[in-house]
């Protein structure tokens, strides 16, 4: 790890942190969770010493650099390379592989997270949608809120399923 001049390791490492607690629960998505961000946001950081001109504050320099960094660790991790087709690869994250299985079991059918996405795209009432948009875009929405959503969309998945 290079150290700055003028500073100790302890604050260096302290620096780090700060900026991480302060950034990391912003980048959460898929099957991150806060801690595993928390843990690529320091390994981010420690890498970027080696670039980090003297001149300027560590905490902005990391902050900036962390940032973009996490930016591209989402984009490259959620998103397929397809540059004329971007697809999200990661499942929303309320709408859980457990749920899919359990859907599996009640009814001995076979469902793919894509199939309950389009019957949610075809069927959700409008009143609903902004937190559905919210929700399989990672993006925080009340527990009440989101559970009351979830129940929704099973409900149409399985009158979905009685019709077909």
């Known amino acids: 790890m290079k150290i700055p001049k003028n500073m100790t390791e ?14 990391a629960h912003k980048y ?6 806060l801690d595993d961000i928390k843990q690529e946001a320091f390994i981010i950081c420690m890498d ?9 504050p560590l ?34 994250k309320y709408l859980s592989q457990e749920d899919v299985v359990k859907y599996e079991h009640d009814y001995h059918t076979k469902l793919e997270a894509q199939d ?5 795209n075809m069927y959700l009432p409008a009143e609903h949608r902004a937190d559905y948009l919210k929700m399989i875009n990672d993006v925080y929405i009340p527990k009440k809120r989101r559970d009351e959503l979830i129940e929704i ?4 998945v399985e009158a979905y399923h009685e019709e077909g």
């Open 116 to 120: 309950i996405a389009d019957i949610v």
């Open 48 to 56: 970027a010493l080696t670039r980090y001109d003297e001149k300027r």
């Open 10 to 23: 302890q604050e260096v490492v302290d620096q780090i942190n700060i900026v991480v607690n302060r950034m």
């Open 28 to 33: 959460t998505f898929g099957t991150y969770g």
């Open 153 to 156: 969309i099973k409900e149409l």
């Open 59 to 92: 905490e902005n320099f990391l902050s900036v650099h962390l940032s973009n960094r996490l930016k591209n660790f989402v984009r490259d991790n959620y998103y397929t390379k397809d540059e004329h087709e971007k697809k999200r690869i990661l499942k929303p």
